[in-house]
């Protein structure tokens, strides 16, 4: 055990001499010690234009090795500090977890536009049978020249039975269009919104313009998602990312 806690503050001694030398930063280690959120403030804006990897070495010698790492494939090293869940996923930057509210440390940049059109992936509604699994059915790309298509991902085939009505199945390819909302623009910020915001509604057709689905496009902040959803019960559900998460 003294040996692993001196290996360890070897490590993290190297590791504040490649900081200094590579960001010109120096942060006051308090490893063991009490954290407030005042301490998450202060790395909040000490962190802002930094590349992911010096971000992560930073919160390394800031609050020490993470208490868990969790993520099935990828590395996600958290940390318990201040009442809360500091997160560091790799793909998806910092958030900073307390009371069920969550709160990202990178100022991103996420217009509506640029996030509604692309890839959307459309999947079962979670299986409480199964700890919430949501199976994939396939994609739906949304096209800014007023176009979509669906790709069927041909896998779970044992579940496609329950799976019926599916307006993409029977119409893979075909028209769309989009309508803002009230208050929101093609530059409106996504990051400016509360949680579950109406943000557009997308209406699409078949290409000879005889079939129609609607639906709202709901921002999910805490998941830097777009949900794609109509009033009534659907058989599947769609979400499109939103597309920045390090700046």
């Known amino acids: 055990m003294c040996q692993r806690l001196n290996y360890n503050l070897i490590l993290i001694k190297c590791l504040k001499y490649t900081l200094i030398f590579s960001t010109g930063i120096i942060l006051t280690s308090c490893m063991g010690g009490e954290y407030s959120e005042k301490d998450i403030t202060s790395l909040t804006r000490s962190?802002?234009?930094k590349s992911p990897w010096v971000i992560h070495k930073l919160f390394i010698l800031k609050f020490g090795w993470p208490d868990r790492t969790i993520g099935s494939g990828l590395k996600i090293d958290q940390w318990d500090i201040a009442?809360?869940?500091?997160?560091?996923?790799?793909f998806r930057g910092p958030v900073f977890s307390k009371n069920g509210a969550d709160t990202r440390l990178v100022q991103t940049?996420?217009?509506?536009?640029?996030?509604?059109?692309?890839?959307?992936?459309?999947?079962?509604?979670?299986?409480p049978a199964n700890n919430g699994t949501r199976y994939w059915l396939g994609n739906v790309f949304i096209s800014p020249d007023g176009n979509f298509h669906?790709?069927?991902s041909k896998q779970n085939l044992t579940i496609r039975s329950e799976q019926t009505n599916i307006f993409f199945r029977s119409n893979p390819d075909g028209i769309v269009s989009v309508k803002y909302a009230i208050g929101i623009s093609k530059q409106t910020r996504l990051e400016s919104l509360e949680e579950g915001t109406h943000v557009a509604s997308v209406l699409f057709s078949s290409l000879d313009g005889i079939i129609t689905q609607s639906y709202d496009v709901i921002s999910h902040r805490g998941l830097m998602k777009l949900e794609i959803l109509s009033g009534e019960s659907m058989p599947f559900q769609l979400f499109k990312s939103w597309i920045n998460f390090w700046d």
């Open 109 to 127: 940049n996420n217009f509506v536009e640029n996030c509604i059109f692309g890839s959307c992936e459309l999947t079962t509604p979670p299986d």
């Open 47 to 49: 962190i802002q234009g």
């Open 150 to 152: 669906f790709e069927d």
């Open 83 to 90: 009442g809360g869940v500091l997160t560091y996923h790799p």
